[in-house]
Every structure is written in C-alpha cells, then in structure tokens.
C-alpha cells in the first residue's frame, strides 16, 4: 500500500491505495479514506497530516504482512454493480481438496498423463467433478458451471471433460490400485476385515444394452440397472468397486473383485464379511480353501429359516444359551428368561458343522468339504424390534385386504402382503364366483418362531462375541450406498456409453472415498447431511483487491473444521494473500 492524495483550493485529502490487477489490467483501488488535512488534524490532535498518514500507511502494511489488516467499505446505492462479475464463491471446497491431495490423486492424475499424452489438466478436471459431485451432484455440463463457484476457478473447457471421462474409464483399476497404496502411506488403513455387498443404479431409459439390463432391482423400479459390487474397510472406507451388468447373479462378482484386491492391492491377508444373499457355498470356499496358511476367511449371515432340519432344531431349542460378556460356563433357558431385567443381555451358542458342498472351481462344478463355526445369538430387544414391525406390516395387510385383490399382489419378499392368503374355491371344491381373502395367521404364527434370533457362519476359531461384533460392522456399507444414492444423486443415470458410466461411477467411487476421510477427521461427530449442507453454505463476498468476506454462520461445526484441517475463514474478512495461502496450503503433500 502506499500514500494517495488529491488536492483542491482549500486542503488535501490523503488515502491509502494500491495497484490491483483486474481482468489482465492495473487499477488503483482505494483501500482507505483517512480525510481531509484539516480532519486529520483536529480528529487525532497532530500538527502533520501528511505525516500521520505516512505512518498510518506503515502500520497498515505490517498488519498486512503479519496477516491481519482492517478494511474500510465504501458502498454507494447509486452505483450499478459491473457486468458479468462474480462476487460470491465458495470456500466449503477448501477441505475436501486438502483430502485430494493428502491421498495423492495430483501425483495419480500426473502418472495418467504420461500415458496417453493428452495436453488438459486432468487433475483439475478430476478435482473439480469430485467436489461437485460432494457439494452440488448434478449433470457433466452442470458440474462445469458450479466449479466457476469456487474460489479457484477453473482452467478447462467443457469439451475437455468429456475427453477426460474416457480417460478415467479406462484407468479405473490403476486409480484404485493406486489411491489405496497412497491412502496406506498416508495412514494405516484397517484391512484386516473388508466387508463386501452389492447395489444397483437404474437408468432412465427402456433400451437394455451392454451392462444396462433389466434385473432384480432393490427399488423394485422397472428400468435396466447395472450392478455395484463395494469393498469396504474396517473404518468405513472404500477399497476398490466393480460394475457389472443388472441381469448377472450379485454372488458371481465376489472373487474377480477379491482377485482384484490380492493382485493389484497387494493384499492377502483380510477377512471377508458379507451378508446372506453374497454367502454362497463357492464363496465360502474360495476364502478357507487356503486357510492352511492363514491368509483369508469368511464370516457371512445365515437364515436360520434355511438351515438344514438338525440344525434349524438345535437353534431354536430354548435351552444352552451362554451369555455375552460372561465366562461362558453358565447356561440359560430362553424362555425362562424375565425380560426386563435381560432386556439388553445377548445370549449366544455354537458349534462347528463339517459337510460336503457343491462349489465351482475354475468353472467345474466339484463337491467339497466345508467345515464352518455356526454362531446363533438371541436378544429379547431383537425380538421385540421385529415383532413391532411385523405388527404394523399386519395392519397394512388388512388394509390391504379390505381394498381388494388388485391391492394384495405380493410384489417383495418382506411385503406386508405376505401375510394375506386367497380362497379361490368353495368348502365343496368348487371354483369360487369371487376370491375370498383373508389374513393367514398360520404365517404369521410361523415367522413368530425366528424371532429375536441372528446367525453367523465363519471359518474363523474365534470367539463367538467378537466374530458377532465384526460382523455388526456391516451397515456401514450400506451407508455406502445411500450415501452415493441420496447425498450423491448417482442415480438415476442419464449416460449411454460404457465408458462415461464407469466414468461415473469412479468419479462416485473417490467422492465417496474423500467424504469418508473428511467425516474420519471429524472424529465421525456429525451426519453427512450435516457436513455436506455447512460445505455448501460456506460462502464468501470477495472485495476486489482486499479480501473474502465470509457470509456463512460460524458454529460448532465450522470450527470443528477449521480445527481439523489446520486453517481458519471465520473470520471478518479473509486477505487476498491469506486466502491464497490457505487455497496453496491445502495442496501440499502432508509430511
């Protein structure tokens, strides 16, 4: 800064200026007003104006330096605001890019470069659809436009995005690959258990081809889907993805994807924990069948309903239950059990189970010996959880009963409508003029029987509780999913191509990955619509020449932020050259 001044007939007025650089072009901007000589000296009680105001110039440009200067604004309501100006950005980037870089996807997209020899910045076109894709999801061409947003802005065209999609499809295992070995080297990942489940995303279209086809869709939508398949670590954190096409059975994409992992992750030693419908008898095998030395192994859901006669009996038997938590020498009787005072007790039992099962071996069907630990829990608060809900199913289906047979399609397995049976012949045999319906309470009697029971397969000798408590994990992954889903928007898919869709879904794939470190530096305190909104809301007004000034509402959480990653925007106004700093400091390596 230095000392302006203009002269009239009767005194000087002094100001502190300075030279901005605006659209390619110098232009002096007044940060300061200190008035009149004839002010300046009856206000501050000086004899040398000119002299205060050098000095007031001097103190101005050390605060500068050490980062803390004040501003004066001068706004006329007369005056129309410039033409195409942007003065509002967003800052709430600002922490998910320091995430970017700490996990190396700069030095990811570089190595990209090399080979294929493209001239654009793939790491700016790649940073900004993940940031996108986290604060304001929407379209390619919607993405474009919302970077402009943010402070930095960027140094692409739309055309180049595009280009850069079929780059990314075609990297999508070396980006994998490549960002877990960088988020190792960043920070012990806890890989010991991976837990793996599958999703689908449908597409807003009628035409099945390539991977879109029409399956079992989750939503029970009539549109083509393709299939997702997501292992997960013990955190919460992604760890590598597969797409494949809607019609295929969700149990097949397990091991090409673990072999993915044992490959080109370099892992050999985890855990895989799964649900029922991903636990078949192949799978299972596949993760035991070198258990000799002790690299992999398996802890899955069971049905009880679908366990084989003996065992179903021994489940369900009231009596041999130990308890959680205890030396395990005492055993309970279920029914004798009060249920308030062991409301919040878990009672377990187990044994090993040794048979011959079907499994396919390099695409040949062999018979083969699985031996397996079979853990059963029961919990009265299970119980009662499941009872609460099939009561209100019930009430549904009567409901349901009363509005006619259009309205009693059974359409899902847990449907309410489960419950109804149809009468369509007479006591005498006869084919009934109208369907009768009614409630089936044999149904309802039958399901009563598995409640409050859980089980758990595993190959592992461990104890009953912890394999329990691994396996609680579980619903993680499907926060996964949602996540994607919900906050995301991933779907519907609006994208014809393969290579744009596995595009898509990578571009899904990081942004998932970068929240998930976010939330873990947060000490996981806050709800992802509780992140995102406050990231959205994080806006500044930029004083050409001056600085940002935030117009977010400081609270808990942007301070948690600002704690978190090391630097600070809650103040009155953020310097330009502070602000550059902080957008420098959030791309640089941590050491």
């Not at 402009?148 to 499809?169: G, M, N, T």
């Not at 369900?316 to 959680?324: N, V």
């Not at 009060?338 to 069907?365: A, F, M, S, T």
């Not at 000490?523 to 940002?548: A, C, P």
Request: some cysteine.
């Amino acid at each position: 800064m230095r000392l302006g001044w203009t002269k009239n007939k009767n005194s000087t007025t002094y100001r502190a200026v300075k030279t901005i650089r605006v659209n390619g072009k110098n232009q002096t901007l007044v940060i300061r007003t200190f008035g009149s000589d004839k002010f300046i000296c009856e206000t501050y009680g000086v004899s040398d104006a000119k002299a205060w105001a050098k000095e007031e110039i001097r103190i101005m440009n050390q605060e500068e330096k050490e980062e803390s200067p004040s501003f004066d604004f001068t706004l006329h309501s007369g005056t129309d605001l410039p033409t195409d100006t942007q003065r509002c950005f967003n800052g709430g980037y600002l922490f998910l890019q320091q995430v970017y870089y700490e996990l190396g996807l700069d030095r990811i997209c570089a190595m990209i470069r090399t080979r294929h020899g493209f001239t654009y910045s793939l790491n700016s076109i790649l940073s900004r659809l993940l940031y996108t894709r986290i604060l304001f999801p929407s379209s390619k061409l919607s993405s474009f436009k919302d970077s402009k947003r943010f402070i930095e802005q960027p140094d692409f065209d739309l055309h180049q995005i595009y280009r850069a999609l079929s780059v990314l499809a075609a990297e999508s295992d070396y980006i994998q690959a490549r960002l877990f070995k960088n988020s190792m080297a960043a920070g012990k990942r806890r890989t010991e258990v991976i837990y793996y489940d599958c999703t689908n995303f449908y597409f807003e279209i009628e035409q099945a081809e390539d991977d879109k086809q029409y399956g079992v869709s989750k939503e029970n939508r009539p549109l083509p889907i393709v299939e997702m398949g997501l292992f997960m670590d013990r955190d919460g954190i992604p760890l590598a993805f597969c797409i494949n096409p809607g019609n295929e059975n969700e149990q097949q994409s397990l091991i090409p994807l673990e072999n993915k992992l044992m490959e080109k992750f370099g892992m050999s030693q985890f855990i895989v924990c799964t649900d029922a419908g991903l636990s078949s008898n192949t799978n299972r095998y596949f993760n035991q069948y070198d258990k000799e030395d002790g690299t992999r192994d398996f802890i899955t859901t069971q049905s009880v309903k679908k366990l084989k006669g003996y065992l179903k009996k021994w489940a369900l038997a009231p009596e041999g239950w130990r308890l959680f938590g205890s030396d395990g020498r005492t055993t309970y009787n279920i029914e004798e059990l009060d249920e308030e005072e062991c409301l919040d007790r878990i009672y377990y039992k187990n044994r090993w189970i040794k048979e011959k099962v079907d499994v396919i071996i390099d695409g040949q069907n062999k018979k083969v010996e699985l031996e397996q630990q079979l853990i059963v829990t029961y919990s009265i608060k299970y119980r009662n959880y499941l009872r609460s809900v099939r009561s209100r199913q019930v009430e549904r289906a009567k409901r349901a009963v009363e509005t006619g047979a259009k309205a009693v399609e059974r359409k899902r397995q847990n449907d309410p409508k489960r419950f109804i049976k149809a009468e369509h012949a007479t006591q005498d045999g006869e084919a009934a003029e109208h369907t009768a319906y009614y409630i089936d309470e044999n149904a309802i009697t039958q399901e009563e029987k598995y409640d409050g029971f859980y089980t758990v397969c595993t190959g592992l000798e461990d104890g009953a509780e912890s394999i329990v408590k691994v396996n609680r994990h579980r619903w993680e992954i499907e926060e996964c999913f949602r996540i994607m889903k919900s906050e995301f928007q991933a779907q519907p898919v609006y994208l014809k191509l393969q290579d744009r869709i596995m595009a898509h879904f990578i571009t899904c794939f990081i942004s998932l990955i970068l929240y998930r470190y976010l939330e873990k530096k947060l000490g996981n305190r806050y709800t992802v619509g509780q992140i995102i909104d406050t990231l959205q809301e994080m806006n500044f007004i930029k004083h050409e020449g001056k600085g940002y000034q935030p117009t977010y509402t400081r609270t808990e959480l942007t301070d948690a932020l600002h704690e978190a990653f090391g630097f600070c925007t809650s103040k009155e106004i953020v310097p330009i050259k502070k602000m550059k700093k902080i957008c420098a400091d959030t791309k640089r390596q941590k050491e």
